[in-house]
């Protein structure tokens, strides 16, 4: 397995190669581990573009100090990743708090950055925060899978639940079986919860005029976990940005297939554009 070194610690990272194709960075949002499947090497993005992406600190197969982490650790490995796998300049798609690091990195090195989507995330400070995971820990998995499904979507209410008893059941299941996934290993609490700590901290809105980059940024109508409010606050705030809702919560590239399209036909070139008329 691929290890870098980023600081003191070793990042796991993972690379699809394909030549003559752009390179894009994943930045992955909370709880993510590449052996998580289906993961971004399965997205219809492997088909465009020549993908990098890494278990962030705290999290999967790379280390997990107990100690805080600043958002500027997690761009740091970011482009660690960028120096180690040798691309001076990539396209840049982070999701959910994988957005937040990615405001990051763009504050601070936008000209490693050719184009930066920015989905379901926020600025923090005066642009809004995302909904305050940290603040759920103290439940049990069950508690909190049944709490955050009204929050990830707000379609999701208590009469919808009484209309789909099938469909809440298995929600919740799926939410279990992530929350228990390598559980075990050790540190693993850990670094979830240095993960959240980081999150809670994260404000960006101030310095986000940096970004100069063509940027996305892409919500759902639906999140209540990152608002449309927050969108369009990322948005206003980011010189050269589009922003695009799409049918869903949290979770819209997986529930609107026109989602990971708009991206693909960002990403490309104009040039490219004919090949990705369907994914």
């Known amino acids: 397995m691929p290890y870098l070194r980023s600081g003191d610690i070793d990042i796991h990272y993972q ?8 390179k894009l960075l994943y930045i992955s949002g909370t709880g993510g581990d590449l052996r998580k499947k289906p993961n971004i090497f399965s997205s219809p993005l492997a088909k465009f573009f020549e993908l990098a992406t890494f278990d962030q600190r705290g999290l999967g197969q790379s280390s997990k100090p107990d100690s805080p982490y600043a958002m500027a ?4 490995d970011a482009l660690n990743v960028m120096d180690h796998i040798g691309w001076e300049n990539a396209n840049v798609l982070g999701v959910s708090f994988g957005g937040m690091v990615a405001q990051e990195l763009a504050v601070e090195h936008c000209d490693r950055i050719d184009q930066l989507v920015l989905c379901c995330t926020s600025s923090g400070g005066a642009g809004g925060a995302s ?16 709490k955050l499904i009204g929050i990830s979507d707000l379609r999701c209410t208590q009469d919808w639940i009484k209309g789909n008893p099938e ?3 298995s929600i919740i299941e799926e939410s279990l079986t992530a929350s228990q996934f390598a ?9 979830a919860w240095r993960q959240l700590e980081a999150r809670s901290h994260h404000d960006c809105y101030d310095r986000l005029d940096r970004i100069i980059c063509p940027t996305l940024i892409c919500g759902g109508q639906f999140d209540g976990l990152a608002t449309p409010e927050n969108q369009h606050a990322l948005a206003n705030a980011i010189p050269n940005s589009a922003l695009e809702f799409f049918s869903g919560g949290h979770m819209f590239l997986l529930q609107d297939k026109k989602a990971f399209q708009r991206i693909v036909n960002f990403l490309l070139t ?3 554009f004919s090949s990705a008329k369907s994914l």
């Open 183 to 191: 559980a075990h290993e050790p540190n693993h609490s850990t670094g």
């Open 167 to 169: 469909a809440y059941q």
């Open 270 to 272: 104009p040039e490219q």
């Open 73 to 76: 650790d997690y761009a740091r």
């Open 15 to 22: 690379t699809k190669t394909a030549e003559e194709k752009p």
């Open 131 to 146: 909904y305050p995971l940290h603040t759920l820990v103290k439940l049990n998995n069950e508690s909190r899978a049944k």
